[in-house]
T-cell receptor
Framework: AQTVTQSQPEMSVQEAETVTLSCTYDTSENNYYLFWYKQPPSRQMILVIRQEAYKQQNATENRFSVNFQKAAKSFSLKISDSQLGDTAMYFC????????????FGGGTRLMVKP | EPEVTQTPSHQVTQMGQEVILRCVPI?????FYWYRQILGQKVEFLVS????????KSEIFDDQFSVERPDGSNFTLKIRSTKLEDSAMYFC???????????FGDGTRLSIL
């Protein structure tokens, strides 16, 4: 069974600063996908970024980037130049590369961007 | 951009009653999912659905639960004989291929009284 752990229940950052959200996971799979989803207050979950385990290069998406350490089973999210609209719950999620593709989520990190 | 839509946004039901939560996945998507999130807890996988049958389900998805794709657009989750502990946010998701990111709906908040 896979587990995903987010050790920071809440974080805050000043607008325009950089913040890193932590995520670790445990799996016996060798090929899998990792995601960060953002859930603004009372809104749907939105995909932020995706990483394929077989790719060594860290994924980037504009101000969002990841630090994927496969051996350490770590998948942190860095948000650069934080904006007020980044205030949300952030969920790290894992899925193995097989049929069904259920997502296993971490407990989430509530990020507050302060003006 | 196409979205997954869920109705209702909030459902209040008496314990013991049946409830049906509705979802309209993105039109060209082939894989459908239900998740739930009890207040203050993790988002948990319930079931995945492909080609008109369940492809995977969790331990939570017992005989009380069922899913159906009654027509070409809707994907429903039925909960029979609801219990207080069924109170949660229920999220529907879909993707075109199973290894693609899942797109989520806004969720239905289910409150069992």
């Amino acid at each position: 069974a896979q587990t995903v752990t987010q050790s920071q229940p809440e974080m805050s950052v000043q607008e325009a600063e950089t913040v890193t959200l932590s995520c670790t996971y445990d799996t016996s799979e060798n090929n899998y996908y990792l995601f960060w989803y953002k859930q603004p207050p009372s809104r749907q979950m939105i995909l932020v970024i995706r990483q394929e385990a077989y790719k060594q290069q860290n994924a980037t998406e504009n101000r969002f980037s990841v630090n994927f350490q496969k051996a350490a089973k770590s998948f942190s999210l860095k948000i650069s130049d934080s904006q007020l609209g980044d205030t949300a719950m952030y969920f790290c999620a894992f899925t193995p590369n097989n049929a069904g593709n259920m997502l296993t989520f971490g407990g989430g990190t509530r990020l507050m961007v302060k003006p | 951009e196409p979205e997954v839509t869920q109705t209702p946004s909030h459902q209040v039901t008496q314990m013991g009653q049946e409830v049906i939560l509705r979802c309209v996945p993105i039109s060209n998507h082939l894989y459908f999912y239900w998740y739930r999130q009890i207040l203050g807890q993790k988002v948990e996988f319930l079931v995945s659905f492909y080609n008109n049958e369940i492809s995977e389900k969790s331990e939570i998805f017992d005989d009380q639960f069922s899913v159906e794709r009654p027509d070409g657009s809707n994907f429903t989750l039925k909960i029979r004989s609801t219990k207080l502990e069924d109170s949660a946010m229920y999220f529907c998701a879909s993707n075109e291929y199973s290894n693609q990111p899942q797109h989520f709906g806004d969720g239905t908040r289910l409150s069992i009284l």
